[in-house]
């Protein structure tokens, strides 16, 4: 494998870096009034609407300049924000918000504008559900809040949607159907506010990522400077209700192609304050005196679960052979057979070399994400023997194998069957990671089976560019949570959802009677609503009928961190859904890296008080 330039350069920064003993903690700023965070980054955003984007990477800047009804602790409780009470109706269909007085929306450069008031999340919520500005979150609100998927399709009136403004400090939604876990939706883009008169001012181009005056600001921080490719700057929010609690009073980010490779060098010399220390650097600095001790593990997160999915409707280039494929893809003992041949912990040792099977995911719905009466979701019967053991299995693997092979025969499929593996070209952890599978799996099932082509797709617009054009035989997908129940982790494997990955209901496939059941599966629990216990059973039921048929492959959970940081991420606002943890607000800036004593330091002291909280609730 050819070493990209990038690497290079952080092998000769590197070196200058052990020659010059420039180790051990950072300059210490002591001559700064105020704490200013720095950090590089590789990718720039498309948007700065808040309200119409599903990317993660996106929403992390509404995430800190927008407030919303609740917010969550660093221990993952709902805590009041712009909303200081709320309640819900006895019959569990509306659900009725408070709001605090004096919170105002302010320009780039902090000057108030208007206060914010329950109007603004209802105009937010037009926008949202208004077809032509194509908010990719529009569909959370369809089923959920009332009549806005007939409003989204028709256009009509919006008077019968299920928002209200009573007065500026009255907030009251209605839903299609009890929700108990509604609160926990709130904290996503689509249920953020927005100042109504700048919305109706500038229609698509709000939040356009040409400046930091397509937005007002209501939350942590406002973006001061938003300089495409070149800088952007959160400057604290003076006007906020709860300033004192954003300790941070800037953020500097500037973009750098090369991020990812030149990060760790510059925060051992003390230029930026936070580096990723990714797998191929990894050794390196855990096998040097002096660095070794400053690379810490992160906080671990359950909201994000990463599968391995199959193209059913494969649209790629002939020389790959789609239509031998589609015969072999559609095939159950052919996807047992890849499924119980892959390792995923010698893949998974590829960003996690130290504790892989600490990631091991072999459920779609990561456990500890909700449970009930203390048992964990993913402890409900259908899921239980699935969750604890590994899929991995290599005698089954060459049985699955050879029953294919029978079968495939039959209809006319050819050997070896060529399976096009894709990734994204800029991340070296998931080439490697294709590499290994690769070449693991073809060496248990034989090259007379399977021939795998791993390919490099483009660095940007990935998923545009090869998910849904269906570029690709097999591919690693996630998906991340956005409210605290199982269904938000069926969201792409349901035939009413636009990023679906399996085959759509009447579509001409051999595979269709083993999808139709799984889609009635999934009904079946979606009409579980009031009873969790017999919701969270249904939902078990049809999530393990999907792995059980390998329609899908269970991988991983997000991976921890390796990182050198002057922050404690035990202080962040903490949830597995929404976008708590992208959130900056609580957290303290240290003038130094935080060694790994430190560190265990902050996450005991976490626990400590976890626990606390916990027997209080009690």
């Known amino acids: 494998m050819k070493v990209g330039k990038g690497m290079v350069l952080l092998v000769l920064c590197f070196s200058l870096l052990l020659s010059s003993g420039c180790f051990g903690t950072s300059k210490i ?14 990718s720039e955003v498309s948007t700065l609407n808040y309200l119409i984007t599903s990317s993660s990477h996106e929403i992390r800047i509404g995430a800190n300049v927008i407030d919303t009804l609740v917010e969550y602790d660093s221990f993952g409780n709902v805590i009041p924000s712009l909303a200081t009470s709320w309640k819900t109706s006895e019959d569990g269909l509306s659900i009725t918000f408070e709001l605090r007085e004096g919170e105002y929306w302010v320009n780039e450069k902090g000057e108030k504008i208007a206060e914010v008031t329950a109007k603004d999340f209802v105009s937010a919520m037009q926008y949202v559900l208004t077809k032509e500005y194509e908010s990719e979150t529009a569909k959370l609100l369809f089923g959920l809040i009332k009549n806005a998927k007939d409003y989204y399709e028709s256009q009509g009136d919006f008077e019968r949607v299920g928002v209200k403004a009573y007065g500026n400090y009255t907030l009251v939604y209605t839903l299609e159907q009890p929700c108990p876990y509604f609160l926990s939706y709130l904290t996503y883009g689509c249920f953020m506010p927005a100042y109504g008169p700048l919305l109706e001012e500038r229609k698509g181009q709000f939040g356009a990522a040409t400046g930091t005056d397509t937005l007002y600001y209501n939350g942590a921080y406002v973006l001061s400077v938003f300089k495409p490719q070149e800088k952007r700057t959160f400057q604290k929010n003076e006007s906020n209700w709860d300033a004192d609690r954003v300790y941070i009073e800037k953020i500097e980010e500037t973009y750098n192609s090369e991020a990812t490779t030149l990060a760790p060098a510059l925060a051992l010399r003390g230029e ?13 600095f855990m096998k040097q005196e002096n660095t070794k001790d400053l690379v810490t593990r992160g906080r671990k997160k359950t909201d994000y679960s990463y599968f391995y999915i199959f193209n059913f409707k494969p649209k790629f280039d002939k020389r790959y052979e789609p239509e031998n494929w589609n015969k072999a893809v559609q095939n159950e003992n052919f996807r047992l057979a890849i499924m119980s041949a892959m390792d995923r912990v010698k893949a998974l040792r590829v960003v996690e070399p130290n504790h892989p099977e600490e990631l091991l995911l072999n459920t779609i719905t990561p456990p500890n994400f909700v449970s009930f009466e203390g048992k964990d979701y993913t402890e409900f019967q259908a899921l239980n023997n699935i969750s604890k053991r590994d899929s991995f299995k290599k005698d089954m693997a060459v049985i699955y194998k050879e029953k ?3 079968e495939l025969k039959e209809s006319g499929c050819t050997f070896p069957v060529k399976i096009l593996l894709r990734y994204r070209a800029n991340s070296t952890d998931w080439a490697n990671e294709c590499i290994v599978l690769a070449q693991q799996i073809e060496g248990l099932l034989g090259k007379d089976f399977i021939k795998f082509v791993v390919e490099a797709g483009p660095s940007q617009n990935f998923t545009s560019q090869v998910r849904e054009r269906g570029d690709y035989a097999m591919l690693k ?9 199982p269904q938000t982790f069926t969201e792409v494997f349901d035939q009413h959802s636009a990023t679906n990955y399996l085959p759509l209901r009447g579509e001409k496939l051999t595979i269709m009677p083993v999808i139709d059941i799984y889609y009635d599966l999934l ?6 609503v009031l009873d969790i216990k017999e919701r969270y059973i249904a939902y078990a039921n049809a999530e393990a009928y999907l792995i059980k048929h390998a329609l899908v492959i269970p991988f991983s959970m997000s991976p921890v961190s390796y990182q050198m940081t002057k922050l404690n991420t035990y202080e962040s606002s903490y949830a597995s859904f929404g976008v708590s943890t992208s959130r900056y607000k609580g957290m303290k800036y240290y003038k130094v890296i935080l060694n790994n004593r430190i560190m265990e330091i ?17």
């Open 29 to 42: 700023r002591d001559n700064e009034v105020d704490s200013t965070y720095r950090l590089l980054y590789s």
């Open 272 to 284: 930026i304050d936070y580096a990723a220390i990714h797998s191929d650097l990894l050794d390196t």
């Open 404 to 406: 294919a092979m029978s």
């Open 477 to 485: 997908a996630n998906w991340g949570a956005d409210y605290a129940d």
């Open 523 to 528: 009904s079946e629990a979606k009409e579980s």
């Open 602 to 618: 902050n996450k005991a002291v976490w626990e400590k008080e976890k626990k606390t909280k916990e027997r209080l609730v009690r």
